[in-house]
Nanobody
């Protein structure tokens, strides 16, 4: 069974850091593009950062210079390093990945991990 599982969320003070992980397990051939989204209470889900299969990255303006997305293909894992966290970063963070299974690509979502930044 193919799964996409996030981990690493928690409670941190403003200015602190967290590293989120998005790990794919099961019979997958490879991970293609991966995106991190976040959804704060009462707000729509928003794209935070993305990384392509070749390693190209993109970030929403509000996290540029503070967040870094990276990947470890050997571990089928993508990371989101979050530094200088602010209370407005509080949200459920969810990863989305295009997974190559056999000869086809499939879209998967994780279950989300809560990040809470206290002031």
């Amino acid at each position: 069974q193919v799964q996409l599982v996030e981990s690493g969320g928690g409670l941190v003070q403003a200015g602190g850091s967290l590293r989120l992980s998005c790990a794919a397990s099961g019979s997958i051939s490879s991970i293609n593009a991966v995106d991190w989204y976040r959804q704060a209470p009462g707000k729509r889900r928003a794209l935070v950062a993305g990384i392509s299969s070749s390693g190209s990255t993109n970030y929403t303006d509000s996290v540029k210079g503070r967040f870094t997305i990276s990947r470890d293909n050997a571990k089928n894992t993508v990371y989101l390093q979050m530094n200088s966290l602010k209370p407005e970063d509080t949200a459920v963070y969810v990863c989305h990945a295009e997974l190559r299974i056999g000869t086809r690509d499939y879209s998967y979502w994780g279950q989300g991990t809560q990040v809470t930044v206290s002031s």
